[in-house]
């Protein structure tokens, strides 16, 4: 196989500021918008996710699209303008979804992958860098195996509180390097970190 320089892994989350990916509801409330603030935009050209998260969000993207103007189940808000323009552009990424069992998709350019090794070919092929989107075991499992190159996160000023940790207590120590810190409306913080190797 041909070598070529390796693609980032780029994790992105809007957190809370006790570090929670979702809130005791399972659900990230108080997160208005879904679009994808974290300054991607042409830097990548694929997005990885598991399976879990996957059901929902191609469903999710695909409903804003099919009627842009109606109030999303989710979150019972219509669409903002970054999130349609952000579901737009999604299909047309290819998608690859780490999972054992899903084998179909509404979305042509979506991929399955059943082993974690898949990933790391991914990384080693010609490309831009890829997205990943979550969710946060999906996340915890690619830091775990020295995959995620970046991670970029929007703080929200809010303590979710509940169990649903960016970084569960049993995780490895791992030192991180601030690229970009970044104050946004509302009091709002974007932080970017490289994983230090």
């Known amino acids: 196989m041909k070598e070529y320089p390796m693609r980032k892994l780029i994790s992105a989350f809007k957190v809370s500021l006790d ?16 679009s994808e ?5 042409d830097s990548i050209d694929a997005c990885v996710l598991g399976g879990a998260m996957y059901r ?4 999710y993207w695909s409903a804003m699209r099919t009627n842009p103007a109606a109030p999303s189940p989710m979150t019972g808000t219509v669409a ?6 952000w579901a737009e552009r999604i299909p ?6 780490l999972t054992r069992t899903m084998t179909e998709s509404q979305w042509p350019n979506t991929r399955f992958l059943n082993d974690i090794d898949r990933i790391t070919e991914l990384k080693q092929q010609a490309g831009k860098n890829i997205y990943l989107m979550g969710g946060g075991a999906m996340f915890r499992r690619l830091m775990a195996e020295g995959l995620v190159d970046e991670l970029r996160l929007i703080v929200y000023p809010i303590a979710a509180g509940g169990t649903n940790d960016l970084f569960t207590h049993d995780a490895s120590r791992q030192p991180f390097r601030l690229l970009n810190a970044k104050r946004l409306d509302d009091g709002l913080m974007r932080l970017d970190y490289a994983v230090a190797r």
Do not use: I, M
């Open 37 to 41: 603030d974290y300054d991607l935009g």
């Open 92 to 97: 047309d990424l290819p998608h690859y979804v």
């Open 80 to 85: 903002t303008a970054d999130e349609l323009k």
């Open 19 to 34: 570090l929670k990916f979702q809130g005791p509801g399972d659900y990230a409330d108080w997160v208005p918008a879904w």
């Open 56 to 59: 929902g969000y191609e469903g």
